[in-house]
């Protein structure tokens, strides 16, 4: 099986700060990588695939990079509303796995 | 709008069984790969089955492979996991999810629709 592993696996941010996730697999995945966010309550929404491919209706300050084993999820300037956990999947192989999660809390 | 909606978890022992259903609307349900994914408080998101368009191909995770069943029936827009023989390590919240792709793996397009989910609880 593929492993996925996610760093931070917390992180404390203000609200306009710059922040990456990275998300580094135990094989080549070939950007078949997506990014999801989970909040409280909330179904996960998708945010990225294709490695780099914002989902429709995804605010622009969220981006996605990277190729072969390592990816990143970037947000440019954080908002009150992205606290929650960020997890990243990959496509690529079978069975389906996902990252372990990065919890991200607003200071 | 498009949405997802699951229904029939619930308290079971273990060892007993139960089935889950998931009915979508607002899309062409029979043209996409369909999801089952579990969320375990304070342990993330576990892919747990997976099915193609045409429902020809599956696939499992290991933890499930052997006791769960992944089916679909597009005249319904219906997904449905049969789970056997549960385990107390099988409780968690149960989410289907449509890929926006027809097949369900080798597809990089991401999982762009979720239910919220139905709880499973094998006590």
């Known amino acids: 099986d593929i492993q996925l592993t996610q760093s931070p696996s917390f992180l404390s941010a203000s609200v306009g700060d710059r922040v990456t996730i990275t998300c580094r697999a135990s094989q080549d995945i070939a950007r078949f990588l997506a990014w999801y966010h989970l909040k409280p309550g909330n179904a996960p929404n998708l945010l990225i695939y294709a490695a780099s491919t914002l989902q429709s209706g995804v605010p622009s300050r969220f981006s996605g990079s990277g190729s072969g084993t390592d990816y990143t999820l970037t947000i440019s300037s954080l908002q009150p509303e992205d606290f929650g956990i960020y997890y990243c999947q990959q496509l690529n192989d079978y069975p389906l796995t996902f990252g372990g999660g990065t919890r991200v809390e607003i200071k | 709008e498009v949405r997802l909606e699951e229904s029939g978890g619930g308290l079971v022992q273990p060892g007993r069984s139960l089935r889950l259903a998931c009915e979508g609307s607002g899309f062409t349900f029979e043209n996409y790969a369909m999801h089952w994914v579990r969320q375990v408080p304070g342990k993330g998101l576990e892919w747990v089955a997976g099915i193609s368009w045409h429902g020809h191909s599956l696939g499992y995770a290991k933890s499930v492979k052997g006791r769960f069943t992944i089916s679909r029936d597009d005249a319904q827009n219906s997904l449905f996991l049969e789970m056997n023989s549960l385990r107390p390590e099988d409780t968690a919240l149960y989410h289907c999810?449509?890929?926006?792709?027809?097949?369900?793996?080798?597809?990089?397009?991401?999982?762009?629709?979720w239910g919220r989910g139905t709880t499973v609880n094998v006590s």
């Open positions: 999810a449509k890929h926006m792709g027809s097949q369900w793996f080798g597809d990089p397009t991401g999982l762009d629709v």
